[in-house]
């Protein structure tokens, strides 16, 4: 999964991510993530994620927890949608969805 982190301003990031959000995924995401040892904030663009598991689900219920308010999550595929659906998570993660028009 390719994967881009980068600093926009001073303590807040912003993380693409490309591909499948699965378990064989997880490790590599949290190795990007190592730098961020305090940030303001952090928003993750999930536009291109083509699939994703339970664990992907998990990395990013544990970035919630470690960084609540200041965790956003945008652009969501419908992938994650469907996720975050089926368990019922949108409000946990307060985030708009923007559902994909047809």
């Known amino acids: 999964m390719p994967v881009t982190l980068e600093e926009t301003t001073v303590g807040q990031w912003c993380m693409s991510l ?3 959000l699965t378990i064989y995924e ?3 995401i949290q190795g990007a993530l190592k730098p961020l ?3 303001e904030s952090l928003t993750i663009d999930l536009h291109d994620v083509d699939e994703i598991d339970t664990a992907g689900l998990q990395l990013l219920l544990a970035l ?3 960084l609540g308010q200041h965790l956003h999550l945008i652009r969501h ?4 949608i ?4 089926l368990f019922q ?3 946990f993660f307060g985030d708009d969805i923007v559902l994909p028009q047809h």
């Not at 595929?77 to 994650?80: D, E, T």
């Not at 469907?82 to 659906?85: G, L």
Request: no cysteine; charged share 15%; hydrophobic share 50%.
């Open 18 to 20: 490309r591909g499948p």
């Open 89 to 91: 998570l949108a409000a």
């Open 77 to 80: 595929s419908q992938a994650v």
């Open 26 to 28: 997880v490790a590599e």
């Open 82 to 85: 469907e996720i975050i659906d």
């Open 64 to 66: 919630h927890q470690w």
């Open 37 to 39: 040892t305090a940030p």
